[in-house]
């Protein structure tokens, strides 16, 4: 086994235990340690730097073409062709690194950062490509919903053909920015539609797509899935941005209410407000009791992580005008202190006694 020097350590951290344990015996426990090689470079790590220094390379020779007048000319005639031109060459572009993305991601599937940068470049073009070809038709009636709807088609499309979860993820969010949009254009941009506001519509719609993720997964364990095979590769990723709408909507939904405008939510009180921070740690109580029950990291995941998100923010806003700051904050550290004890904990188990 060839391991970084920290992960090394937790492995052999672990041997000695099940050796304490009488697991595993003493020979047994040595031919183990001698399978391990301690890679002294995390090559990994090495390329994502690598590729980082690569983006903000390519970032700092943009700017320096922009400084230069006789290519800022040139570049200037470009951008002022038609739009409908700049939509071909962005799909163009798109069609380039997707190509060569899924291609390498094929053939070469262990150059993993180099494979995700020309699909994210192609994700990008896309993008460009909608946002031009917007332009080019000239949707004056203010319904640009339509293009995020169109993204979010091409992405999904190209996605399920590629089974890229990467790509998947950026149909997602075109698809919720879709429905945000959509019901906006169709409320008037009012404040409210079917009654709901902002948040309140997306606490819906993470609501749906995280119950499509677990139809998926159940799918997946289905031998007569069918047609839905290719759709289960994507349970997950489908799962996991239910869970980032449904939870990022009730956090705000717990702040600010069901309300449509400032004036409104600043004449309600804390009790008018409190039953949404119930049910948003009710719902994610519900999540934790999921993820340990079915061992299930990412529920359990998100219902810790945003059950303190909302015990902390009902602190804030329950107590940061009625108590001394100094007090505030003297609570404050002691929780994190206390959560930073119990993570060392954890942590501390893989080390070596």
């Known amino acids: 086994m060839h391991l970084t020097r920290k992960k090394a350590k937790i492995v052999r951290g672990a041997i000695s235990e099940w050796e304490k344990e009488n697991a595993i015996s003493l020979e047994e426990g040595q031919k183990l340690r001698d399978t391990i090689s301690v890679v002294p470079v995390d090559w990994k790590k090495a ?7 690569a983006v903000a390379s390519i970032v700092i020779s943009v700017s320096a073409v922009l400084s230069d007048r006789f290519l800022m000319e040139f570049l200037a005639r470009i951008f002022r062709a038609p739009a409908i031109i700049k939509t071909l060459f962005f799909a163009f572009l798109a069609f380039v690194f997707l190509f060569s993305g899924f291609r390498r991601i094929k053939n070469k599937p262990e150059k993993i950062f180099t494979n995700e940068s020309l699909v994210f470049l192609g994700v990008i073009s896309i993008a460009a490509s909608v946002g031009f070809l917007g332009i080019a038709i000239g949707n004056e009636s203010g319904h640009f919903s339509i293009l995020l709807l169109l993204a979010a088609v091409l992405y999904g499309v190209i996605g399920l053909a590629s089974s890229s979860k990467q790509v998947w993820v950026f149909a997602l969010i075109s698809l919720g920015a879709w429905f945000g949009a959509e019901t906006g254009y169709i409320s008037g941009w009012g404040a409210y539609y079917f009654g709901m506001n902002f948040p309140l519509r997306f606490v819906l719609f993470g609501f749906i ?17 069918g047609i839905m095979d290719r759709l289960t590769v994507f349970a997950l990723p489908t799962r996991v941005m239910g869970y980032i709408y449904l939870f990022m909507a009730l956090w705000i939904l717990s702040i600010f209410g069901n309300y449509g405008d400032l004036h409104s939510w600043r004449s309600a009180s804390h009790a ?7 049910i948003f740690g009710l719902i994610a109580l519900v999540c934790i009791f999921h993820g340990l029950k079915y061992d299930d990291a990412i529920s359990r ?4 992580s945003f059950l303190v998100i909302n015990l902390y923010t009902r602190f804030f806003e329950f107590f940061w005008g009625s108590i001394h700051k100094a007090a505030f904050f003297a609570v404050l550290g002691i929780s994190f202190w206390f959560i930073g004890r119990y993570a060392e904990k954890i942590w501390s188990m893989g080390k070596d006694q």
């Open 47 to 53: 390329a994502g730097y690598a590729f980082f220094l």
């Open 209 to 225: 797509l995280t119950s499509a993720g677990f139809i998926l997964e159940y799918q997946a364990n289905d031998p007569s899935r």
């Open 272 to 278: 008018e407000l409190f039953h949404w921070s119930l």
């Open 301 to 304: 995941g998100f219902g810790i």
